[in-house]
């Protein structure tokens, strides 16, 4: 059943024309990757969903029932709420059947009379009704529920009273993200809900999304999370959509072969006009009245051709090349014993490493544990608590800033780069410039003007030119559109330097790097692979102890197996022990439900005091037991098996 269609929207701002013949449908239960390079009108499609922007033509239908929710980039979060209360809004129906319930409460604690009888039932009928309906709503489940989403899209309990003023914008996301799950709209939309995300988050969220039953449309430049989370796309271009049934990986392979298709029937149809325009020319030269009318006709029959446009692919990428002025020594970077923290806040101590020339490093880890405080004290920028870092001889330094500082916001594009490097001539500045798709009158726009990809494109310029030999990467793909991280990415791969690169994003570092550093607090440790490896090797590590110095490899593998076959067999009877505790619960409360139908009960307000206790604590401790539950279930499954 069709969840959503669009037939012919169009969205114009002045001449510019963003949408000019959107049509597709969505069918419940798909999840779309909407994907396009920067200034497509991705956004501006998702705006004209959810009814925030009229069309200026076409249609658009949701289906009747369907419930829709949408993660925008400009979020709506009440400044003056902590965390917990904002995200609780999503649940004030159940919080408000929870007043009324006490209200009943206590209302029935009043002594039964002769009098009140018929009062007193009518209580008993609304106080279960509402029971009913509270408990079919989620009321015993919905605060583990948050816990669970909180925690998994990185917001443990412990900032949960931060106000949202005193937020980061990564943070603010998440909580906006968090807000929208739990809401379980039957349609979602998401507009980059990978920003600001760190690893973990990010996984969480995949998992999350794979099981959601709904349907989802989701804009993403991240590969990787499109290719874990939808099974169809669609590529917006030229203001039109084309819709392919894969994920992006497929995609890609579709799209080539598409494009493939369509330029082959084009360039049959330009080489059928060329033909026919050569007869008509010829028939006219004869210039005798019988070759006269058969030139007309052919013309009115060329003129009615409906002609075909040229195939475009997926939009024009920077061209991106990093070269080296001069080689560094053998040893690019030496680390030793580096610490640092912020008042009582310790982002990492005693932590060592070496880089040597050519290799391909990434840097990966929690959010705030220290990644980029780290490259500033490798750049001199700020100070360690104890250690110090040491660049190698000669060795030329170059730092891509994910926040874009070195910009300034009042110089135009052309004297961002000409202050930098004056020794260039205009023609010069002009053509890079042109290389990195600032076309034009572009190059006179001022810098505060930019979207974030075009700043990014501007500082990967200035990294460009600057031609050094050891590169730090402070999220360089964030704010990229798809081609432009390819571009990125095929540049780094051919680059002869040495790169440390700060990024989540997966694709990239499968692509580029060789090795991954995963900064800890008290160590950072090394995985020599890219990120399928490091996926694959890290929760191994993690709950393995380290083996005895001696110990053959076999040996090792024996001792592995067989705490990971203990520690399943303890899993599995705690999951047994859980689910008899699960039952005996539900009895309890189904117990107590039923004593508080009994109206004598009520004729003893103490005992019904005790029975409405009992009844509150059984319901949390069975929520508790839920969540165990969960939990334990997802650990002792196959790995073949989808998670439920």
Known sequence: MIALSCKDIKKEYGTDVVLRNISFAVNEGDKVALIGANGVGKTTLFRILTRSLVPDEGDYYVERGQTLGYLSQSLDLDSQDTIYEETLKVFAPLLQMEEDLRRLEADMATPWTPENERWHEDLINQYTTRSDLYAIRGGATFR???????????????????????????????????????????????????????LTATEWLEEYLKSYKGTLLVISHDRYFLDAVTNRTFLMLEGEVLTYNASYSGYLELHQKDYEVRLKAYEAQQDEIRRQEAIIERYRSFNREKSIRAAQSRQKRLEKMDRLCAPQKEGRAASIRFRTAYDSGNDVLQCVHLSKAFGEKTLFQDISFLIRRGEKIALIGDNGRGKTTLFHIIRGALAPDSGKAILGRNVSLGYYDQEQKNLSSEKTVLDEIWDDFPHLTVTEVRSVLGQYLFKGDEVYKRIGLLSGGERCRINLLKLMLQENNFLLLDEPTNHLDIPSREALEDSLMDYDGTIFVISHDRYFLNKVVGQIYELKETTIQSYLGNYSYYAEKRNPEEKTPAPTKGVSDAKKERLVKKRNQKEDRKARLRLKEVEGLIETQEALVQEFLELLNDAGLYQDPPRLAQVQEDLHASEKLLTQLMEEWEALLLETQDPETPAP
């Open 144 to 198: 583990g529920e948050l816990h669970r989403v909180l925690t998994g899209l990185g917001l443990p309990e412990a900032t949960w009273q931060k106000r949202i003023s005193v937020l980061s914008g990564g943070e603010k996301t998440r909580v906006a993200l968090a807000k929208l799950l739990l809401s379980n709209p039957s349609i979602i939309l998401m507009d980059e809900p990978t920003n600001h995300l760190d």
